[in-house]
């Protein structure tokens, strides 16, 4: 039976199956989609594939995806060398600066302390973020990890780790989401947006 | 604002947004994933991408997807030669392959009759099945094209092409899928069923 699949598409099917949120029939759709789609749609994607691993790296300052190091924004003489915005991953960064709003630096965790996927501080870059403070410079440290149980932990462990060093340490607000329905808000969400409520 | 995003990553996200089925936000998703994945993930994605079109042509013949033409079902001493299924879509034929009780050969449209797609009679391999029936030996065509109204459309007009060829046409039974529960079939399916129903 599974000789009339021929040995290319069952690797693609299995190299598709591979990636997260695609299961078995994803990667045999996409699989066949690319059969029939012209040559030039599965070839740039394998170009680009292979681009992505030989022509970016990590910014050896703060961490992010980049193809010179330091990375644009760590080079960029107008952004302010006094703030600097903690995220867990570079898509974060990237909402962030989507808001065109904050103009300091950032560092990049790549990830959140995670005990039960087994992720530790010392997994964390961590360590280069107090070596960053330490170097100088620095005021404010705004610690944008994730709203939940383990960008909770491991804001928790940075504010512990930095508060000796003479830096402001802040953190995004909790509270409603701009456009949410009160109706529809968990109460967790409600709960904060009640305790940091701010006068009119 | 943009320049925070590398090039290789902007053209990974850009080619996983050509796939079906993969909007921009799934496209970062995985273009982030395999940024911090072993390497060896999107190399191997990569390459099982470029054999895909290096390495498979589709079958001189049926029109299967294969590496070697005739393809390994065509060019098996064991089919029945008589009975030829013809389906839409190669995943089709592996769909009928997996049941493990057809022995006989395939014939892949690749697609079927649709308008609105603007993809009429000539754009699928109607004409080399009237050649594969011309040229004698085949008793039986079992239309398997899906169960809708364009596998409905092309079923029947591929009857009609066939009608004066003195081979017999069968099609795919309808009917109450297995497993399934009356209470949810749709009424289309029902009706069928009522229509196609066998003495116990």
């Keep these: 039976m599974s000789k009339a699949i021929p040995e290319p598409v069952t690797k693609l099917i299995e190299a598709f199956s591979r990636l ?3 299961g078995p029939k994803t990667a045999s759709r996409l699989t066949y989609f690319l059969l ?3 040559d030039e749609l599965a070839l740039s994607l394998s170009e680009a594939l292979r681009e992505l691993k030989e022509k970016t790296r990590f910014c050896s300052v703060c961490g992010n995806i980049t193809v010179d190091d330091p990375c644009a924004v760590c080079s960029d003489p107008r952004r302010d060398r006094s703030m600097v915005a903690v995220v867990e991953e570079p898509l974060d960064l990237l909402a962030i600066e ?3 709003s904050f103009t300091g630096l950032y560092h990049v965790l790549n990830g959140a302390i995670s005990p039960i996927n087994g992720i530790g501080p010392d997994d964390l870059r961590i360590g280069e973020l107090v070596r960053r403070i330490d170097a100088g410079g620095i005021v404010e440290v705004i ?3 994730n709203p939940g149980q383990e960008g909770d932990a491991t804001a928790m462990y940075i504010r512990r780790e930095l508060q000796h060093k003479g830096v402001k340490i802040t953190r995004l607000a909790r509270g409603l989401p701009v456009g949410g329905d009160l109706e529809y808000v968990d109460s967790v969400t ?3 947006a009640l ?3 701010s006068e009119l």
């Design 20 to 22: 997260p949120g695609v």
């Design 143 to 145: 610690i944008a990890t």
């Design 195 to 197: 305790q940091g409520r």
């Design 190 to 192: 409600l709960l904060r």
């Design 98 to 100: 989507r808001t065109a």
């Design 36 to 38: 029939r789609a012209p």
